[in-house]
């Protein structure tokens, strides 16, 4: 990528969405500005990822709807799937042919429809609303989105890394790691963390879903990254929440 | 585009998603099959869409998760958005230039959103259950949903039409109409027949929008097929549904 580096804009108090894309620059070494992380002094904090969103980005730049928001230049990209597409060919994280990034990039938007669905377990009646405000819904939702969506989502994807993996590839696309790679890694580490007996009972059905998580755990860049300050813990903020009462199988 | 015609693979019996992408083909007057529409003896017919679920399409291309899903020659294409990514170009409905395109994508991915929240009002529980076993989350969803999502979502597409209209082009992006405004016509179509009230109240805020479609359903080659059989009608079983119940902006 040449200079100046990229610039993310993504809520600095949660992985969330924009985990997938920072995954992606730290595992390419390429450098790029957290911008909301940094301090007002610094023309950082969530001020700057409202201007962007009121419209005072670069001229002539598209108005985005919702972060993370990548900044380069005068481009404004929005909505993490997008932005992946872009950022990973320049990055060397796509796969070299158009067929092979056609195909990451259909992966990254099913996977990010069940990042959504994950979201709205908690907050199934409206984003306006605490959790506590709608958790008798929510416990309803849960037990069907344990039940019948994280496996139906996950079997297809254990399904396509198994069709790959005939022409002898451990990876998603192609014959080496794409940014679909770190978006599973982080899908499931999202589901562990908020789902763990769901998951755990799930675990014996993708076996090639959990080796490619540990695989992409151990590339080196994204080992020191996941051991710095710069990673984000999960929490009670963000997309993938820990409420025991929502991880069970039981039908309300 | 060459010949063969693309083959789309979607329900039969309702626009749903499948109805963004043939609204594309129908404006740009390219042929194309909506096999599950065929009968069994023609080679259609929903085993034939779930066949390609099941993994039984091109060797080598990738499994699809979900229709709508489009076919042409080896490449198997599944996500709305990203079917029409690939398909607008092709068919004279898409910018000229990189970055129009990236515009594109954006909005139609902003646009997706929207139509899975608008899915989700009837259904906020699972989607394994009926619409009348999950009356009472819907109620709740829907007055956040009318009050809340729709002026968001509608205001910011109005925003971006207003930006574009500075630089002299009544359309989303770019100066001719693309795959976008296509969609958003249908977008509106789906609104006012699930949500009329809600969007009469809404009216005096859209007006590009609402200008937009009607320009939109006056192209000839839309207006003929808006009034022919393949246009499928709005209905109970679709994305976008007519409970009275739902189209309130009552607080539950």
Chains 1, 2 share one sequence.
């Not at 972060?67 to 993490?80: E, G, H, K, R, S």
């Not at 039940?147 to 989502?153: A, H, L, N, S």
């Not at 990254?225 to 997309?239: E, H, Q």
Request: aromatic fraction near 10%.
């Amino acid at each position: 990528m040449s200079e100046p580096s990229c610039r993310l804009y993504y809520w600095p108090s949660i992985p969330g969405r924009g985990e997938f894309v920072r995954l992606a620059f730290e595992d390419a070494g390429t450098p790029y500005v957290d911008v909301a992380r940094l301090t007002k002094q610094e023309g950082g904090g969530v001020a700057a990822m409202t201007a962007l969103l009121e419209g005072k980005g670069p001229p002539h730049s598209l108005l985005p709807f919702a972060p993370p928001i990548l900044v380069w230049q005068d481009l404004v990209l929005a909505q993490t799937a997008h932005i992946l597409q872009w950022l990973g060919p320049r990055i060397g994280l796509a796969p070299d042919d158009e067929r092979g990034r056609l195909d990451a990039h259909q992966l990254q938007l099913t996977i990010a429809d069940l990042v959504g669905e994950a979201h709205d377990v908690h907050h199934p009646v409206a984003v306006s609303l605490y959790y506590k405000e709608q958790k008798p819904e929510a416990l309803r939702r849960a037990g069907h989105f344990t039940r019948e969506r994280i496996p139906k989502f996950l079997g297809y994807l254990e399904r396509v890394l198994e069709r790959n993996a005939k022409r002898g590839a451990p990876y998603a696309v192609g014959d080496r790691a794409s940014y679909v790679d770190l978006s599973l890694f982080q899908l499931l580490a999202g589901l562990r963390f908020a789902f763990p007996q769901a998951m755990a009972r799930l675990a014996p059905t993708i076996p090639r879903l959990a080796a490619l998580a540990e695989e992409v755990a151990a590339r080196p860049r994204l080992r020191a990254y996941l051991a710095s300050s710069r990673r984000l813990a999960f929490n009670k903020d963000g997309i993938f929440r820990y409420y025991p009462e929502l991880d069970s199988d039981e039908d309300r």
